[in-house]
């Protein structure tokens, strides 16, 4: 299977700031990566796909990059209801799978 | 809109079989989407169980394929899931999804349950 790391696991941020997630995979994965938003006791949600297409109605300070090995989400400028956890997913190969996400929270 | 909703027993017995059921309103199941399973271990991250097909075509994860049978009742608009042999390990919150594959890279799961937690205990 293809492992994900991500970092930080942890963060602190304000509103306002300008937060990035960073997923690394354990081979290269072209662009087959997801990026997805949970809340506590909610389902993920998808944010984007493809390493950097948005999701149909979700925010434009949301974005995503990278190929290869190494991704990044990026919240331009943090909202209340951004403070969740993150987790990247691999949909290069079977199975497909997440990292061990990022969790958001209020400095 | 399309939804997707869990159902089964919240309780299993060690080594009896886990059985849920997705059911899909507002899109048909046969539309050209996979649709999938991923479990979540209280206080633990995502794991994609498998993926099926309308046709029937199953994707399973390796290592839990020993123990999973998926299957679709397109006549009921659903599909469902048995894990058999279950051991405390398999305690999670079960997600049903649906998975699109549009070729290339455009591939996700872009709409989920609400989720149901399953708890195997005696």
């Known amino acids: 299977d293809i492992q994900l790391t991500q970092s930080p696991s942890f963060l602190s941020a304000s509103v306002g700031d300008r937060v990035t997630i960073t997923c690394r995979a354990s081979q290269g994965i072209s662009s087959y990566l997801a990026w997805y938003q949970q809340k506590p006791g909610k389902a993920p949600k998808l944010l984007i796909y493809a390493a950097s297409t948005l999701e149909s109605g979700v925010p434009s300070r949301f974005s995503g990059s990278g190929s290869g090995t190494k991704f990044t989400l990026t919240i331009s400028s943090l909202q209340p209801e951004d403070f969740a956890t993150y987790y990247c997913?691999?949909?290069?190969?079977?199975?497909?799978?997440f990292g061990p996400g990022t969790k958001v929270e209020i400095k | 809109q399309v939804q997707l909703q869990e159902s089964g027993p919240g309780l299993v017995k060690p080594s009896e079989t886990l059985s849920l059921t997705c059911a899909v309103s507002?899109?048909?199941?046969?539309?050209?989407?996979?649709w999938g399973w991923i479990r979540q271990p209280p206080g633990k991250g995502l794991e994609c169980i498998g993926t099926i097909y309308h046709s029937g075509s199953t994707y399973y994860n390796p290592s839990l394929k020993s123990r999973v049978t998926m299957s679709v009742d397109t006549s009921k608009n659903q599909f469902s899931l048995k894990l058999s042999s279950v051991t405390a390990a398999d305690t999670a919150v079960y997600y049903c999804?649906?998975?699109?594959?549009?070729?290339?890279?455009?591939?996700?799961?872009?709409?989920w349950g609400q989720g149901t937690t399953v708890t195997v205990s005696s």
């Open positions: 999804a649906r998975h699109f594959d549009y070729g290339g890279t455009d591939d996700a799961f872009d709409l």
């Open positions: 997913q691999q949909l290069n190969s079977y199975p497909p799978t």
């Open positions: 507002g899109s048909s199941i046969s539309s050209g989407y996979y």
